[in-house]
DNA sequence: ACATTGTATTTTGTATACAAAATACAATGT
DNA sequence: ACATTGTATTTTGTATACAAAATACAATGT
């Protein structure tokens, strides 16, 4: 694996580390929201100079995570709640033409590879939170991955970041998603790439309203 | 004006204009596709040190313009025609989904700004490319940001630049898509968000099937 | 002639030094 | 008591030094 490379060489690019350090301190609230990093501290406690911590800190910058104010520092960003919908109607773009796009692929490995996220919870009465929580993530990835449409990944990473900070993994139950899902791989696999994106788009703007409602 | 402000006061930072320099050295082919930054090299030439300059390198390699291979260097990217038509295919999701946004929204002022992008061009027989050029760029950018979408408008920033790069800013002429930029924002007037998504929707797809037939 | 090894040179990644700006806070005035 | 000014401290932005890795290329062997 590249992080094990990454270690056997002796002198790589410390940055990776530092900068999946500091998103699982952003992710569990180590590091809260507003808060200042000083640069130096934060190097002092990761046991690293500040030019490394510093590229880690414009990597996240650039996925919105922290937000630097020149001269006088990186802050972790906050989000109000119209940040978090407006994220929400960026993914409903995103996936819902990821999903017509892999409708008119017509390709029955992408059709065996979704459906394989969720059939372990065709047929169990009782569904494994944790479990299926893990297959909406894969899912929901591999629909922009299969796509091969690799600046819509980049987009949609960014997007993707965000809903796990705010830590809403499941805002629904999955009785009630399980269905969901699966109309849209049926639209896939039917080739009905209206019916797909209209599919995948309102999966996600249902719970966009959910939250919305709070 | 921000740049002003970065002139005034002596020790600002530097990497705002080593970015625009690096990306206008892209853009105009000083730097060529495929060709290594050798960042002694370029530091010098720009009479700056390495750590501003990393800082410029790691902006435009966020924006896809440059590309890092650990420990061997920063490359400029190359785009095939897959990458430029899968930008392409991004740009429909999101100005489509902006074109809803805004027929939803039922602003005034949000149709008069869209106007008035073209209507200097609505009345001349000869219409001026460079001034339609810049026109059709405004429009675009705007359709993103008059949505108020923060998050929106970041993700479609990172496709923009790399239309620019490609260097098409025209593929059609303005006879052809005047029309079809009117069609849009009469849609969007008329409150009708279906016809807003497919107009903006078509009008891009039109461009990129043209591109792909070449 | 071509492949392989070993050495010199270049280049990257990281740490650190230093100047300028930002901040904290005491001293002073009203 | 509160605002304002001035000074000390902290922090950022940039340049630079140095070690390790990558690269170039000559020397050697087949």
């Given at each position: 694996m590249y992080t094990k490379y990454n270690v056997m060489i002796q002198h790589a690019n410390i940055s990776e580390p530092i900068y999946l350090r500091l998103k699982e301190m952003i992710l569990n609230g180590e590091l809260k929201q507003g808060e200042k990093i000083v640069q130096e501290k934060i190097a002092d406690m990761l046991g690293v100079s500040r030019t490394p911590l510093m590229k880690a800190l414009l990597a996240l910058e650039n996925e919105y995570l922290v937000e630097s104010i020149p001269r006088r520092g990186m802050y972790i960003r906050s989000w109000d709640k119209k940040e978090i919908i407006d994220i929400y109607i960026c993914r409903e773009a995103i996936e819902g033409m990821a999903a017509r796009l892999l409708a008119q692929s017509k390709d029955e490995n992408i059709i065996k590879q979704l459906r394989d996220c969720f059939s372990p919870f065709l047929n169990s009465k009782e569904i494994n939170l944790d479990a299926y929580t893990e297959a909406d993530e894969v899912f929901h990835s591999l629909l922009i991955k299969l796509t091969g449409n690799a600046p819509l990944d980049k987009i949609y990473f960014f997007g993707n970041i965000h809903e796990k900070v705010i830590g809403?993994?499941?805002?629904?139950p999955p009785e009630e998603t399980l269905n969901e899902h699966f109309k849209i791989i049926k639209a896939i696999e039917k080739g009905d790439a209206d019916a797909a994106e209209q599919f995948a788009r309102e999966h996600i703007k249902k719970s966009r309203e959910l939250l919305f409602d709070q």
């Open positions: 809403h993994g499941l805002i629904r």
